[in-house]
């Protein structure tokens, strides 16, 4: 079966410093992967999405960057943080080739960042 | 530019009421719509999907939903509530996206979910 991991499940990092945040997937193959971003009472936003090694796409411009080094792995970073950089990051991932419109996303456990 | 409205930002019912979590979007093409649920402490998890077929859904734990096109909506609801019921919910809309194989999921804002014992 299908598993998701992310770490580490929280951080506290002071502004200005680096962000690495790691998102594995097993089970499947060629995975579309997913980085959002959910602040208290606003919901789920996305930020990247990719659909391929190496293919990122940036929904929102900001401070933050993805990479894809390997098929299952995607990475979220930053160099420097933000204040706002706050927030609870989640990676998901769905099926490859569904259609573009039968996409089920599957949720990690998600890393609280708070940025001091 | 799409979105998705869930007008309930806290809900709190007493166990064995009727749930009705309201959710709305702005689309005029074809939508899928989905229910995510996150229980304290745990994973985002589906709590059940529209396709296409029978505009009312059933889901895990007794949840069911309806899709009524004319009124973009999708609520959710459960005929009697448990404790074990309390969690975030969390309407979603999967929209056709502009890559091959990917699409974009727009979700609510979600609707924080209390059950009093």
């Known amino acids: 079966s299908q598993t998701i991991h992310q770490w580490p499940a929280t951080l506290v990092q002071p502004v200005g410093s680096p962000l690495s945040l790691e998102c594995t997937v097993e089970?499947?193959?060629?995975?579309?992967l997913y980085w959002y971003r959910q602040a208290a009472g606003r919901g789920l936003q996305l930020l990247f999405y990719?659909?391929?090694?190496?293919?990122i796409s940036s929904e929102v411009p900001q401070n933050l960057s993805a990479s894809r080094p390997q098929d299952r792995q995607f990475i979220l970073s930053s160099k420097k943080l933000l204040l706002s950089d706050s927030g609870f990051y989640l990676c998901a991932w769905s099926e490859p080739y569904q259609g573009a419109s039968k996409n089920i996303q599957y949720f990690g456990a998600g890393t609280r960042l708070s940025v001091l | 530019a799409q979105s998705v409205s869930q007008h309930n930002h806290h809900v709190i019912l007493s166990e064995a009421a009727s749930l009705e979590l309201g959710c709305n979007y702005s689309y005029g093409g074809t939508v899928n719509l989905f229910w995510y649920v996150q229980y304290p402490g745990q994973h985002l998890q589906l709590l059940l999907k529209y396709f296409s077929g029978d505009p009312l859904v059933k889901g895990i734990k007794g949840f069911e939903a309806e899709f009524i096109k004319s009124k973009f909506s999708f609520n959710l609801r459960k005929p009697s509530v448990q404790w074990s019921d309390t969690a975030e919910y969390f309407c979603a809309v999967n929209l056709p996206y502009r890559s091959s194989s990917a699409s974009k999921i727009i979700f609510g804002s979600g609707t924080r979910l209390s059950i009093r014992p």
């Open positions: 089970g499947t193959s060629n995975p579309n």
């Open positions: 990719s659909v391929g090694i190496g293919q």
